[in-house]
Structure formats: C-alpha cells, structure tokens
C-alpha cells in the first residue's frame, strides 16, 4: 500500500506542477484586462480635477472616502489638504504638467515614457498623499503593462499605504495585489489579499482555484481544499467545467495523508471530468487492491481492459487466466492478442503468454465448434443460465450482436446464476455495436441488483456515465 501511494504521489506531483505553472503564470494577462478600462477612467478623472485648481493653486482640493477596511483609514495630513464642498480629490497643481504627459503615454501605449514622466511628478515637492497615491497608481498600471510584476506589486502597495481609494477601487486593488503577489511568489501575502477581495467579491472561479493551490502549497490541505470547493460551485454556476488541477490537489493530498478513500473520491471526480486512462487505472489500482473474490476481481478487470488504462502486462495475464478460470477461453484469448499489440509485454513474460494463448486457443476453437448446439439447448431451457453462457461465448469470438440477443432472451427467463455479468456483457456487446442507448439501460440495471459488489457497481456505474450519449460517427 504505502508503495503503492508512494508511486502514485510522484506522478501526480508531475501533474500538479505543470497545473500550477499554466494558472499563476497567466495571472498578468489577465490583470491588463482587469486594469484596461481603470487607465482611461482615472486619466480623464484626474486630469480634470487638475485643471479645476486655479492657476495658484499649490495643494488640491481633497476629500477622505470611507475605506473598505479598516487598516486603510487615512491619517491626518495637516497642511497638504483641504476638503471642498464638493468632496472630490484632484491631484496637485504642482505635477499636473508631468501627469499630463503620463497620461497620454500611457493612452498611447508608450509605458516607459509614461514612467519617466511619473517618476518626474514624483520628484516635485510638496506633494499630497493624494498625489502620491494617484502616482503610484499609474506606475503600477504601466508596471504591468511592461510585464514588471515585482515592481507594480511595490507600485500599488504604495498607492495602498495612501489610504485614499475609495470602496470599489479598493476591491479592484486587492484583487490585483492578490494576482500580483501570486505571480511573484509572495504566498503569504497573495493569500491575505485574496481574503480580502474575496470579502469584497471580487474573486473569480480561477482567483479561487489559485487561492486553493496557494494553500496546497503551504502544505494546509484544509484551507487548500474549502477554496478548491469554493472554486468548484463557482465554475458550475458558469456552467464551465472545473479545471482539473482542483482535484488533482484533493488527491495529493489524500495521498499524503495514506486515505485511501479521499484518493479513490478525487480519481472518480477526475474520472467524470477528463475520462484520461491515467485516472482509470489508478482509481482501478486502489479499488482492485483490497478484493479477494476472482469474480469480482475479474468484473473489475473487464472495466480497467474497456477504458484502455491497462498498462502493464501482470494485468492482461492475469485477466487472462481468470477468464479462462470461468471457462471464457476466446476472450483470454482477445486480450492476450491485445496485450501483445499494447507493446507492454516484458520479455521474460513473452514465453508464459505464447503458451497461454496457445492453450486458451485451443479451448476456444472448441467452444465455436460447439455454439449451435449450445444455441439449441439453450432455446428449449427454461432457465436463463445457459443462454448468458451462450452469450459470452459469442462476446468472446467478437459476435456482439448474436451476444446481445442472446443475453436478452436468458434475461427474459429465470434462474440466472449470476445476472451482474449478464448485464455487463449486455452493455458491452451495445458499446461494441455502438448503440449507447442499450449499453446505458443495460447498465443501470446493475443498480436493481440486491447482491452486487458495491466497487464493481460504482466502477461499471462510472463507465457508463462516461459513454457518448450519441452514437459515435462512423469513420
């Protein structure tokens, strides 16, 4: 077990980096559109309100908005500010030349002129906090512009400090800061920011997938997983699929933690989600490990051979001399030929499974020389037993149609030894033919049966969801 959790650990690790990787580094993308259409807005706000301070004007006319939290109330700032009737801050006559200048650099697209000409405002004395505010505020738009993470996140911690951002600033800001400071490596501070935005509601669905990777980075796999939940609903309120990598950290994390049963959870969601063969076979690996009955072992078989997420030969041999054990020597035989065209097959195994298929052939030709006489006793029966044997055997020589009729008549009959399997070749003779509509109805029927398997019945529950609902278009 441990080994086994070990093993898995690694590759998933692998996945998740690459999750993380694509997630925060698009994080500055998607900051130039948040903060696209604030550079117009604050231009022309700022740009009037320092043409409405007279010609002799040395400070602006300024007024202190609520802030949204409360360590952002600001101070005092005696001398450097008046409050009008009117409430609204403007900058200061005194930089209103080189703000000027920014802020058609900046409409223009030209970000290193805009800078230099806010880092010539910045040098003017006296300024207000206002001042410095708007300042820093536009060097931190032009800083992310310039794809200079670092140096906007420093730019609108600044702006921040001013305290004078008013409530729906504020909640831009922090979700900016948040975006800033993940893409910078700045955990701590990226998680407290995003609380912060998340209180203001202004995260998205992949705001708080990376919230849920920043915690699954600090190694709280709690935290990590109440934001991953969040961006789970959140996603399905879009009606956009979760991203995949959500489940991936609820799977690292039950397999740090050795619980099995949260790893087995995250592989079924991560199953319905990407229906990816690498899922199949871990989540059949960890339900197959604990069962000692060959039938149910053999049905679990059956699932892992139908989603193609067998990847080592131990299996098909195995599947193999379990089949032949139930006397199904022609599908031995079909999945041997198939392990031998996977190329899994080791080369000291080569032997073993030549003499194998040779001794299931031999069988199976047998078996095909005596169908019609099967069929024959099998109509006059009364009950079902044989007319399921007869269509196993028909599966096994890849007659799905004659097996699917079969199997229906010896359901229609009584006394069916073993009616999961009869349902289960049933669906798969309709996958086969590609009618999913019958393979579906076969299927659910596995759900009425008192004595079946609780992880057999989730597994061929789970294959079925994952089959087309339309048939597949003939190539």
């Known amino acids: ?101 920014a802020q058609q650099a900046m409409q223009a697209g030209q970000w290193p002129e805009a800078l230099q000409n806010l880092e010539a405002a910045e040098a003017q004395a006296p300024l207000t906090r206002y001042d410095s505010k ?10 992310v512009r310039l794809n200079k993470s670092k140096a906007a996140q420093t730019a609108y911690e600044a702006a ?17 800061l948040f975006q800033l400071a993940a893409t910078n490596g700045q955990a701590a501070k990226a998680m407290e920011y995003g609380e912060k935005a998340y209180g203001a509601g202004a995260l998205n669905s992949n705001d708080l997938l990376i919230m849920s990777q920043l915690y699954h980075q600090q190694k709280d ?44 959870a995250a592989l079924y969601d991560l199953v319905r989600l990407t229906n990816k063969t690498s899922y199949w076979n871990n989540l059949i690996r960890l339900e197959r490990q604990d069962e000692r009955d060959d039938h149910n072992t053999l049905m679990i078989y059956r ?67 005596g169908l019609l006489a099967l069929d024959a006793e099998a109509v006059k029966n009364s009950a079902g037993q044989l007319d399921i044997k ?5 599966f096994g020589a890849s007659d799905y149609l004659d097996a699917a009729a079969v199997i229906s008549r ?18 798969r003779s309709s996958v086969a033919q590609n009618n999913p509509a019958d393979a579906k109805n076969a299927f659910a029927q596995l759900k009425t049966l008192p004595n079946i398997s609780a992880r057999v019945l989730r597994l061929w529950s789970l294959y079925a969801d994952m089959i087309p609902d339309a048939p597949l278009a003939s190539l």
């Open 160 to 176: 921040l400090a001013s305290g004078f951002y008013r409530d729906q600033e504020l909640v831009k800001l922090f979700r900016v």
């Open 390 to 394: 007869l269509g196993e055997v028909y």
């Open 303 to 369: 699932v892992m051979y139908d989603t193609n997420s067998m990847q080592v030969d131990s299996d098909y041999i195995e599947m193999a001399q379990l089949l032949g054990d139930a006397a199904l020597p022609g599908e031995a035989q079909l999945v041997l030929e198939t392990a031998v065209r996977s190329g899994v097959v080791k080369e000291d195994h080569r032997e073993r499974i030549a003499r194998l298929w040779n001794s299931m052939k031999t069988r199976a030709e047998a078996d095909k020389k």
């Open 410 to 427: 010896g359901l229609g009959k009584a006394q069916i030894k073993q009616p999961d399997e009869a349902y289960v070749y049933l669906g």
């Open 134 to 143: 708007t300042i820093q505020d536009f060097k931190g738009i032009s800083y």
């Open 1 to 101: 077990m441990s080994n086994l959790l070990r093993a898995m650990g690694f590759w998933m690790w692998g996945l998740i980096a690459i999750g993380l990787s694509v997630t925060l580094v698009s994080v500055s993308y998607r900051m130039v559109s948040l903060y696209r259409s604030h550079i117009s807005a604050q231009s022309a706000y700022s740009a009037a309100s320092a043409s409405s301070a007279g010609p002799d004007s040395k400070t602006s006319t300024l007024a202190l908005p609520p802030a949204l939290f409360g360590e952002n109330k600001p101070a005092p700032d005696v001398g450097r500010t008046k409050v009008d009737a009117s409430h609204q801050p403007v900058i200061s006559r005194i930089i209103a030349k080189e703000m000027t200048a």
């Open 221 to 264: 796999c709690k935290n990590s997983a109440v934001w991953g939940d969040k961006a789970i609903a959140s996603f399905r309120e879009e009606g956009v699929a979760p991203k995949e990598v959500l489940y991936q950290l609820k799977l690292q994390c039950a397999s740090d933690a050795n619980n099995t049963a949260g790893m087995i």
